[in-house]
């Protein structure tokens, strides 16, 4: 079956391709049997997830989870991302590597994924008995111990301790030697880091991404800029963690800090050029991150940027191949309007074709 469709990228000229099996092939290589009409919408590789965690649907369920329930979870949530017209997800981690074998589902049935196995952290610094459990001394050897399915490697990088507040999980020296270790084995390093303790080790250690960052500084932002790096904001997470632990909490009070600095940090991140991504980190539904693109220019992103950061940033920093030309994967989803115009479009795909499977037909 050849299918003709039209792709006009924002901005751009319409042109045509025909979908074969899996591919996008030249319309001048063989017959026409059947056409999509998408010649009055808008084309996107498809929506990208930045911050996804599959083996779960919400944070309240996560401490409680089997491996089987991980397994589940990921079939089940990697569909409905596609359903949104997710087409990529870089996930970040559980407690668990079962999540992994979700690589091994058809590509038509689950976006293209980029995966974490089991986080990082210290046993006093994360959830009790989540993920490797391992102080300074044991880092290096989790480090080399990650899946070698997992594109990510996952640490935690601060988290409160009762009565102290929030402290590094580990010095600069000991993450830079993770980051060392990481790279030589093909993987990159993602951090959380949501309190001003957990920073300096992040930045100063060279990791590749950024997860949360909401105390960086503008000189942050340049330095992660220069290397190459992405920071991840995760806004609507941000703001979930606020109305869960309550304003008023020393949690509340801090969290809400760093998100009263997005509001600066954004706008300057997108004039230092640096790659942000959009990620919602459970608190939306798997599929809706519409809705962290939509945040981030609340927040003083550019419409622009955001579409950027929920798309085909996300593409190129991974090495996923985006274009919309003959040989390359066919994925699309296609939108009634210009979405840099109107982000509120992003929330409706009209079609959505995943690895040459038509999702939604229009």
């Not at 319309?27 to 929506?47: E, F, H, K, M, Q």
């Not at 001394?137 to 640490?155: E, F, H, S, T, Y």
Request: charged residues 25%; aromatic residues 6%; proline residues 6%.
């Amino acid at each position: 079956m050849r299918t003709l469709v039209t792709i006009r990228q924002p901005g751009e000229e319409p042109f045509p391709l025909v979908i074969e099996n899996d591919r996008f092939v030249d319309p001048n290589d063989g017959p026409i049997d059947d056409t999509l009409d998408t010649s009055r919408l808008y084309a996107v590789p498809g929506l990208a997830d930045s911050h996804a965690h599959l083996g779960m649907s919400s944070m309240a369920e996560m401490l409680d989870l089997t491996d089987e329930d991980l397994r589940r979870n990921a079939r089940r949530n990697a569909w409905l991302q596609v359903e949104g017209g997710v087409l990529l997800v870089a996930d970040k981690g559980s407690g668990s590597n079962a999540t992994l074998e979700i690589l091994s589902a058809p590509p038509n049935e689950r976006p293209e994924a980029f995966m974490a196995g089991r986080v990082i952290a210290p046993a006093d610094g994360y959830y009790a008995e989540y993920g490797y459990e391992v102080d300074e001394d044991g880092l290096i050897d989790a480090v080399r111990a990650v899946d070698q399915r997992a594109a990510w490697v996952k640490i935690i990088g601060d988290w409160p301790r009762p009565g102290i507040g929030p402290q590094a999980n580990y010095s600069e020296a000991a993450l830079a030697k993770a980051v060392d270790v990481a790279h030589a084995a093909g993987q990159k390093v993602a951090i959380h880091t949501m309190a001003p303790a957990g920073v300096r080790p992040a930045m100063d250690s060279g990791v590749d991404s950024i997860e949360h960052g909401t105390f960086l500084s503008s000189q942050d932002l340049a330095v992660l800029a220069d290397r190459g790096g992405v920071w991840v904001p995760t806004v609507l997470n941000t703001e979930f963690l606020i109305e869960f632990l309550g304003a008023d909490s020393s949690g509340g009070r801090l969290i809400l800090g760093g998100l009263a600095n997005l509001r600066e940090l954004l706008p300057e991140a997108e004039r230092l050029g640096v790659t942000i991504l959009a990620g919602t980190d459970l608190a939306v539904p798997h599929g809706a991150v519409a809705e962290e693109a939509i945040k981030l220019n609340e927040y003083g992103l550019s419409a622009a940027a955001a579409v950027t950061a929920v798309s085909t940033a996300a593409y190129d920093y991974l090495g996923a191949d985006r274009r919309f030309a003959p040989g390359s994967p066919a994925n699309a989803v296609f939108f009634a309007d210009d979405p840099r115009d109107h982000l509120e479009t992003l929330r409706d795909p009209q079609v959505i074709i995943r690895a040459g499977r038509v999702v939604k037909p229009g």
